[in-house]
């Protein structure tokens, strides 16, 4: 490598350098048959079914945090966005801008989590792409990723799928991971147990689709930038129904709620890696509430609301005091670079 250990220019020539990066760092923690191949694109088996595609792109900041870093939300983000459509996740891309100067070390600890966190799915990295830039025209590290699944025949997971009457459930407290970047960003600390809630969710999706009866599980989504309130209007407008939850039947922690309050934050709009919400057909919703607190990524799964006739694309919070206030989507960025 070279004396300072960090990143250089050198690294992403295609030379030596890059052989080198390539070998030391990403084929030791990442290596599989067919990445070790080296070749332009991966061949996977043929599987039955339709194919899921999805793309993302990682530029949080901090690069490390509680719950995580850049590499797991690169992970667990992917691999949600196609179990959002009912798909089985088969593998992943993993393409990395690094900027001129980044630290090696850090470097490798991303590297180390991206190979933790797929291992651990079942995911593995079959292809990848590093680019170094000079200082100052990137923040450290950017990742994109990419992913491919498969949607087994009979599936149909989709937000236009939403029917009346449909029970709205939540896999679990919202605003983890959005509220933890941010004190982490303002250097602040609190009281309690701040961690992103960055988790691949997958395994709960399959567990949903192999026992629901067919038909019965309609949508998911994966409540990230945005939030639950931006995710819900867009799943009623999608449908053409409304929209109504319960405000105290949401679950959030204690201190993302005091976090919240003391930023002047609303938990709805706070992003979430690690939590979906699930449309389901009324008479499957407490199985479905039972197989998700199964899981230990769904244990504080909770029904939040449900889909009613009424204005279309509208959602509406029921209070405690017994009112009712209209939620729309997310305007301007509060937070950026969580993700």
Do not use: W
């Amino acid at each position: 490598m070279n004396p300072g250990n960090t990143i250089l220019l050198d690294h992403g020539s295609g030379g030596i350098a890059s052989q080198e990066l390539i070998s030391q760092i990403f084929l030791k923690h990442l290596d599989n048959s067919i990445l070790a191949s080296l070749e332009d694109s991966a061949v996977m088996d043929n599987h039955p079914g339709k194919l899921a595609f999805s793309t993302d792109s990682y530029v949080v900041d901090p690069i490390f945090f509680p719950g995580g870093d850049i590499g797991t939300l690169a992970v667990h983000g992917t691999i949600n966005d196609i179990a959002m459509r009912g798909a089985r996740p088969l593998c992943l891309s993993l393409g990395l801008i690094l900027e001129e100067g980044l630290d090696l070390d850090n470097l490798e600890r991303i590297i180390v989590s991206i190979a933790q966190c797929s291992k651990t799915a079942g995911v593995p990295v079959v292809t990848g792409d590093t680019k170094v830039v000079p200082r100052g025209k990137c923040d450290k590290i950017f990742i994109n990723t990419s992913g491919i699944g498969i949607v087994a025949e009979g599936v149909i997971v989709s937000s236009a799928m939403a029917q009346e009457g449909d029970i709205i459930i939540l896999s679990g407290s919202m605003g983890d991971h959005g509220i933890t970047i941010m004190t982490r960003r303002a250097g602040l600390s609190l009281d309690g147990n701040l961690a992103s809630d960055s988790a691949a969710l997958h395994e709960l999706v399959a567990l949903l689709n192999d026992t629901l009866p067919p038909g019965t599980l309609h949508t998911l989504r994966d409540p990230t930038r945005g939030g639950v309130a931006t995710s819900l209007n867009e799943i009623a407008a999608a449908a053409g129904f409304a929209v109504e939850i319960d405000d105290q039947a949401i679950p959030v922690k204690n201190e993302v709620r005091a976090a919240c309050e003391i930023m002047g934050l609303d938990p709805l709009y706070l992003a979430n890696e690690g939590k979906c919400l699930a449309l389901v057909a009324p008479e499957q919703a407490d199985e479905a509430l039972q197989l998700m607190q199964s899981t230990a990524v769904g244990r504080d799964a909770a029904i939040i609301g449900s889909l009613k006739a009424g204005k279309s694309g509208q959602v509406t919070l029921r209070t405690s005091i017994g009112g009712s206030r209209v939620i729309t989507p997310l305007h301007g960025e509060p937070l950026p670079r969580i993700c």
